[in-house]
């Protein structure tokens, strides 16, 4: 088994964790950004949700 996902199935537990009103999500990433997550995680932000990336190698500050 791998631990990578499409930029789709990402998008996708996005989507879920906001219709199931989670309140914090906790992601790891790894490479360069991506536009269609970062319009997800923009998204999510907009909606209130907090997002805590784990790597240090994420483009875009978390939210505090």
């Known amino acids: 088994n791998s ?3 499409t930029t789709f199935a990402i998008i996708k537990g996005i ?3 906001l ?3 989670a309140c914090v999500i906790n992601m790891s990433f790894a ?3 991506d536009p269609g997550l970062s ?3 923009a998204t999510a932000r907009a909606r209130g949700r907090r997002w805590r990336p784990s790597s240090s ?3 875009e500050p ?3």
Do not use: C, T
Request: charged residues 20%.
């Open 3 to 5: 631990a990578e996902a």
């Open 57 to 59: 190698s994420w483009s």
């Open 15 to 17: 989507d879920h964790a």
């Open 62 to 64: 978390p939210i505090e």
């Open 19 to 21: 219709a199931q009103n």
């Open 31 to 33: 490479g360069p950004a």
């Open 39 to 41: 319009r997800s995680l």
